[in-house]
Each structure stands twice: as C-alpha cells, then as structure tokens.
C-alpha cells in the first residue's frame, strides 16, 4: 500500500522560512518521481514543484523559483521542500505527490498518489 504523509506545515510570518517533509512508502521509492502542489482558498490546486528519481532535475512554478527548493533522500523515502522568504500568498494547503516514473512533469494528472496535505500559513 503506497502512503505519503506530509508534515512541517504551521504558521509563520511572512519572510520567515518553513521545512515541510513528505515521508513515502509501499514501492521503491526511488523509481519514483515526486512533486509538490499547493491549494489555497477558492483557488484549484497548483503545480509548486517536483524532482525526479535521483535529484538531479528539479523543476518550479515560477512564483516560487528563487524561494523554494525541492529535495530527497532515497536512503530515509522522503522528498523535502525548503521554503524560505515566505510571502502570505503562498498560505495554501501544501500536498506530496508521487509519480510512478522516474521523470517529473508539472501536470497533476500525471501523478499517481498524494498525502493527505499539511496546511502553511504566512501572516503579513
């Protein structure tokens, strides 16, 4: 059974930085592409990033580029977003998801499983 549980997520004030995790399991996870999308308010979920099977090609939505940086470890099955310089427009709902090939793409439908989400919320 393949899970994802995502953690790290909470409050800060705008500019200030959060580390959100996402810990996999039930499949290889290093045959697996991951990427993280967000879902704010009123709004449909969105692309923020995503990594392919060996870390060595990492993609970003371009409100994010320069701020975030996407990460793995193949060793502890969990992939990372280090978000820094925060702004209170990226307050969202923040999902793990796992594509079940090596190679990444921004598209939603192309991934195969998602976490159950953790919220970040920045204060201005």
């Known amino acids: 059974q393949v899970q994802l549980v995502e953690s790290g997520g909470g409050l800060v004030q705008a500019g200030g930085s959060l580390r959100l995790s996402c810990a996999a399991s039930g499949r290889t996870f290093s045959n697996d592409a991951m990427g993280w999308f967000r879902q704010a308010p009123g709004r449909e979920r969105e692309f923020v990033a995503s990594i392919n099977w060996s870390g060595g090609s990492t993609y970003y939505a371009d409100s994010v580029k320069g701020r975030f940086t996407i990460s793995r470890d193949n060793a502890k099955n969990t992939v990372y977003l280090q978000m820094n310089s925060l702004k209170p427009e990226d307050t969202a709902v923040y999902y793990c998801?796992?594509?079940?090939?090596?190679?990444?793409?921004?598209?939603?439908?192309?991934?195969?499983?998602w976490g159950q989400g953790t919220q970040v919320t920045v204060s201005s």
């Open positions: 998801a796992r594509k079940m090939a090596i190679w990444t793409t921004s598209q939603e439908t192309d991934y195969d499983y």
